[in-house]
């Protein structure tokens, strides 16, 4: 079974940065894809960004591009999101998530295709 929690949100000002960490453990996780997701207070969960443990691939949503970015450190089963020039709107309960199904190419973007999830972080964001 894989586990996954995250860490480090925070109420934040706008234009400040955070950055959130995901630990990961449990078997064979190192071929999943992980993600991001978050979920504002009386809206879907929206898919954020994703990334392969090798790296080498990784995509961000058109809503946060330019201002957020995914990395993964294989060697410390972390994975992370930057969040750069934080908004208001970006205020959301962050969570991790792993899609055990990935095998390459092109990231699933829908919560529904995740297996595992953390319990979720949350980022707040004041004007």
């Known amino acids: 079974q894989v586990q996954l929690v995250e860490s480090g949100g925070e109420l934040v000002q706008a234009g400040d940065s955070l950055r959130l960490s995901c630990a990961a453990s449990?078997?064979?996780?190192?071929?999943?894809?992980m993600g991001w997701f978050r979920q504002a207070p009386g809206k879907e969960r929206q898919f954020v960004a994703a990334i392969n443990w090798g790296g080498g691939r990784r995509t961000v949503s058109n809503s946060v591009v330019g201002r957020f970015d995914i990395s993964a450190d294989s060697a410390k089963s972390m994975v992370y999101l930057q969040m750069n020039s934080l908004k208001p709107e970006d205020t959301a309960v962050y969570f991790c998530a792993a899609d055990r199904d990935y095998r390459s190419g092109a990231f699933d973007i829908t919560p529904a295709a995740y297996d595992y999830w953390g319990q979720g972080t949350q980022v707040t964001v004041s004007s």
């Open positions: 449990g078997p064979r996780f190192g071929s999943y894809a």
